[in-house]
């Protein structure tokens, strides 16, 4: 059990990377189109309204990776921006946040660019899956994306990952008809509205491969146990 929740984790991880990169990428893009002044990531004013404290926080976490980055003696992007170009652009800014603060800059900013980013997505998968039209809200993006970071830190944490389970979590995914329970099925359902079709395809692939393994290794019974606590069906793969 130890290398196959090893392996599952790996999975993951590399796909919640490329997750998190996309994510950045449209949270950078659509802050900075709407807010063009330099530093505007520090301006509180170009956050939620309703959001003051959480704001605060954010704000706060964001100028403590400036000043680390820009105190660190290894040569990096934010040092180099700063020095040679006395300013620092998102692009280059959010690289350096862990998933958790791009979470929260998620949830701070204002409505119309939380729906422009979700909207995208879910053009993206529409033009992924052909004729699949599906309509992702801004609340449950912020939902997802949070749930994400979840399972990031389980993987970078080396914990115990096949039996993850997120409580008081509630997600309703605009691809799927399942009931959302907080389990690593869960997220084998969030990850394929964000991976290109291709990409998607391989990571069931290894993940058929490690469930076909682990599979031959049990016994039946304690193998259906293994699949009720990771939230697998036995038919799985005909349900994402």
């Not at 130890?2 to 998190?20: A, P, S």
């Amino acid at each position: 059990m130890f290398e196959f929740d090893r392996n599952l984790r790996n999975i993951f991880l590399k796909n919640i990377l490329k997750i998190e990169s996309l994510i950045n990428t449209k949270i950078s893009y659509y802050f900075s189109e709407k807010n063009q002044k330099e530093f505007s990531y520090l301006n509180i004013n170009n956050f939620h309204p309703s959001k003051l404290e959480g704001n605060t926080g954010l704000i706060a976490n964001i100028s403590n990776v400036i000043k680390d980055k820009s105190k660190s003696n290894k040569n990096n992007q934010i040092s180099h921006h700063l020095k040679n170009h006395q300013d620092l652009p998102l692009w280059v800014l959010i690289k350096q946040f862990t998933f958790g603060i791009t979470a929260f800059f998620y949830s701070s900013l204002t409505d119309d660019i939380k729906d422009k980013i979700s909207n995208e997505i879910s053009s993206e998968y529409s033009s992924e899956y052909k004729n699949i039209k599906i309509t992702l809200s801004k609340e449950e993006l912020e939902n997802i994306i949070h749930f994400l970071n979840f399972l990031r830190n389980k993987c970078v944490h080396n914990e115990r990952f096949f039996n993850i389970y997120k409580k008081k979590t509630v997600i309703v995914c605009p691809h799927s008809t399942e009931i959302f329970k907080g389990r690593l099925f869960d997220a084998v359902l969030l990850l394929k509205l964000f991976l290109f079709k291709k990409d998607f395809n391989i990571f069931r692939k290894e993940l058929k491969v490690e469930i076909d393994k682990i599979n031959k290794e049990l016994n039946t019974g304690i193998f259906n146990k293994v699949l009720i606590e990771m939230g697998f069906p036995k038919n799985w793969e005909k349900r994402i």
